[in-house]
């Protein structure tokens, strides 16, 4: 395997990787602001399955977009915790759409979307055993092969945890980034929404990853369901994220830093000016991250998990969906 | 498989010293938060079953419980999101078939439809491609009582199906392949083909142009359901769901400056279109409508200098091929 791909940058912070600044999440709903008015966003976060197969206005528009912004291609379909083969021909796309958009780099998560040939469109946890860890490491280390560049990943929000796991998420993260010489995209609103879920220390969960591969941050808003978080991207980043924030800047120094809104989309301005706020949060004068932030959960539920209708289960509520959805509408005359 | 489920379930008491195989614990997950009952039907489904055999009493052996939910119910977070949010996918493929059906018919079929064809592909782009095939599949063939009391035609559930392929086509055209960057043929190229030429000459349409044949008239319905949608709130529109009566109609759907633009055509210029998508000469294609067509023969030569004119105009010819 072709190690000097990504080793002779490995014991640099970012693997080297540059720190774009304050980006934000790319979405159909802001192309027409985004192609009038060229705001001074300091770089974009596209979806790369919106545009891998697009020969249509998503793609016209990535592309007039890159060609004044740096632009990273963040994934939710490499699926490389699932036992199912890589799918070349999805890695071979994914490859085309980097090198033509000039992808300042490529993130996924660190979870399987399917098995036996399906595809659920979720982010799924893996058990976090060594079982896991030795298989996604393989996987990691042949996409970067394929890929030509090292493969940046994400922790996902998770809803469960597995009786087999052996290790903590950073953990795992530490051992897998080390171990794939791969970098990590730390999402601070998924260290809270799960630290939250799993009752889990989420300030612990930011001083225990390993700070030289963190190449990028996520900032989101989440909805509070009483009894769990969710993954929502729909609203404002809520402060004990933006201290998680704090603490993961003061821990690795800075890292480009990308806003995602997904739901409920409100204006492009609006988004803009939510991920400026962490400028606030990075000031050295700022007091540093002082006690774990413990969000209000009550328990137990006594709502079922799902209830059946006519053999059918009740759609939770769309405000209630973890990992949105990222489908472009047609125009349409 | 590395080991059977029941050996390695056995061992389960040590977590770590001798886990679940992960494909084993993949396909179990899958299965319990796919299935369409819920949680505990899908914990005790025969897919979930042949990976891990737990009760549901017993689930807490495979997912762990957190201080505020129990194990089901925080399978179920899964479990709801994963229905929910492909239905809401297909709502943003199918707004107007959802409109017209109503949110709970649409889900209906919506959720019959994930089941008999889960999404097997990377993107969601997919996931509504073989959706109005799986409601002509199970439209009711039977005459329906209601729906003859309604002055329905018997017929009417073809109309949601023909509702589903313009809006699924509208689709297709927006993010396929355009005439964005290439140049069509143009009506002065076409002019300057000696006559004699002409005849068997074939016209390649262009990659964004697509033909389709409807039983309803489902384009003027489209047309009515985006103006409803589109019309002030101080002055709406008055929001007419009827289904429309029978009637064959035609449409060209094509995209220029990468909008999607939708083409009435009358039955002797589909006829024309639809011949040359196949491959015919000028002159089969001519015939074609020629036999679709009450025109006289000097009223056809008018109408198709002009129809012509009109689609070089709008680039729907990629190319002129002679044999
Ligand atoms: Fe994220």
Redesign the pocket.
Same mark, same amino acid.
């Given at each position: 395997m072709n190690r000097s791909l990504t080793s002779p940058n490995a014991a640099l912070p970012r693997l080297g990787l540059p720190n774009l600044g304050l980006g934000v999440g790319l979405r159909a709903a802001h192309f027409s602001h985004i192609l009038e008015h060229w705001p001074a966003v300091d770089w974009f976060e596209a979806i790369s399955e919106n545009f891998m197969d697009s020969q249509g206005r998503p793609r016209y528009v990535l592309d007039r977009i890159a060609e004044r912004y740096p632009i990273v291609l963040h994934g939710v379909s490499l699926s490389i915790g699932s036992r199912d083969p890589l799918n070349l021909e999805y890695l071979r796309k994914l490859k085309k759409l980097a090198d033509e958009t000039a992808a300042r780099w490529i993130s996924d998560h660190l979870c399987w979307t399917g098995v036996a040939g399906r595809n659920t469109h979720d982010l799924l946890p893996i058990p976090l055993n060594e079982e896991s860890l030795r298989h996604v490491v393989a996987r990691i280390r042949a996409v970067q092969e394929i890929l030509e560049r090292p493969l940046v990943l /994400?922790n996902p929000s998770t809803y469960v945890t597995f009786a087999d796991s052996t290790m903590s998420d950073w953990e795992f993260l530490t051992r897998m980034a080390e171990e794939a010489d791969c970098g990590l995209l730390l999402?601070v609103n998924?260290v809270y929404v799960s630290s939250t879920n799993h009752d889990w220390d989420a300030a612990e969960y930011v001083r225990r990853v390993p700070h030289r591969r963190v190449v990028q941050f996520?900032l989101?808003g989440h909805t509070n369901c009483g009894t769990h978080l969710i993954d929502t991207h729909d609203g404002e980043v809520i402060d004990p994220v933006w201290a998680l924030y704090r603490l993961a800047h003061e821990l690795t120094g800075g890292a480009s830093t990308l806003l /995602?809104w997904d739901a409920k989309i409100p204006a492009f301005p609006v988004v803009h000016a939510e991920v400026l706020k962490a400028k606030r949060h990075m000031s050295a004068a700022l007091p540093g991250f002082a006690a774990s932030p413990q969000p209000r959960i009550q328990k137990p539920s006594t709502a079922p998990a799902a209830i059946p209708i006519a053999g059918l289960p009740l759609a939770a509520p769309s405000e209630a969906i973890g990992q949105p959805l990222h489908f472009v509408p047609p125009e349409v005359r | 498989m590395p080991q059977s489920s029941a050996q390695n379930d056995s061992a389960e008491s040590q977590p770590g010293v001798n886990p679940r195989p992960l494909d084993l614990v993949e396909r179990w997950m899958q299965s319990v938060i796919t299935h369409p009952a819920g949680v505990a039907a899908g914990i005790a489904s025969d897919a979930a079953q042949a990976a891990i055999p737990v009760s549901p009493d017993e689930v807490e052996r495979v997912v762990t419980r957190s201080q505020a939910l129990d194990s089901i119910e925080r399978l179920g977070v899964y479990a709801n999101a994963y229905y929910a949010r492909l239905l809401e996918c297909l709502r943003d493929v199918f707004p107007i078939v959802a409109r017209t059906l109503g949110e709970e018919l649409f889900d209906h079929f919506a959720l019959g439809y994930l089941q008999k064809y889960p999404s097997q592909s990377y993107t969601l782009c997919e996931l509504g491609a073989r959706f109005a095939q799986f409601l002509d599949e199970t439209r009711p063939t039977e005459p329906d009582a209601a729906a003859a009391e309604a002055g329905l035609s018997p017929d009417w559930p073809r109309f949601v199906v023909d509702l589903a392929r313009l809006e699924w086509t509208v689709g297709q055209v927006y993010d396929g392949p355009g005439m964005e960057n290439r140049q069509g043929v143009l009506a002065d190229a076409l002019a300057a083909i000696p006559p004699d030429r002409w005849l068997a000459a074939r016209l390649q349409l262009a990659p964004c142009v697509r033909l389709l044949l409807f039983r309803y008239p489902v384009n003027d319905f489209y047309t009515k359901m985006r103006a409803i949608d589109r019309a002030d709130d101080d002055d709406p529109i008055e929001d007419d769901l009827a289904i429309p009566r029978p009637e064959e109609t035609y449409v060209a759907l094509s995209r220029r400056d990468y909008v999607v633009r939708r083409y009435p055509l009358a039955k002797p210029q589909y006829a024309l279109l639809a011949a040359f998508e196949s491959g015919a000469t000028v002159e089969a294609a001519i015939a074609a409508a020629a036999a679709d067509c009450d025109l006289s023969d000097d009223e056809l030569a008018v109408a198709l200098h002009r129809w012509f004119a009109d689609w070089t105009a709008d680039q729907f010819f990629l190319s002129v091929a002679f044999d």
């Open positions: /994400e999402d998924n996520h989101a /995602e | -």
